[in-house]
């Protein structure tokens, strides 16, 4: 029984770490991320509580991927043949 709960207590202790190095990982490097995905957010609360039209929010999003795009270009490798 106390074997089971150390093994436990370690793989939990495992997975506590592996979990901040992600979130650490993901803060350090994704910071314009975090910003358009803030701004995403506020973008849909304003548009379910009615401070923004359907219009307003498609442009908002539009803007934010286009920002995206900028930033974080989709590369598609070459089809071999």
């Known amino acids: ?8 207590a370690a793989i939990a202790g495992v997975y506590l770490v592996l979990i901040g190095r992600h979130l650490y990982k993901a803060a350090e490097s994704g910071r ?3 910003r358009r ?3 995403e957010r ?4 304003r548009l379910f509580t009615g401070d923004l039209d359907r219009a307003g929010y498609r442009a908002e999003l539009e803007t934010l991927a286009a920002l995206d ?4 270009p ?3 490798p070459a089809a071999e043949h």
């Open 1 to 8: 029984m106390l074997a089971t709960m150390c093994a436990a």
């Open 32 to 34: 314009p991320q975090r």
């Open 37 to 39: 995905a803030t701004a």
């Open 42 to 45: 506020l973008a849909t609360i």
């Open 69 to 72: 795009a900028v930033e974080r």
């Open 74 to 76: 989709l590369t598609v």
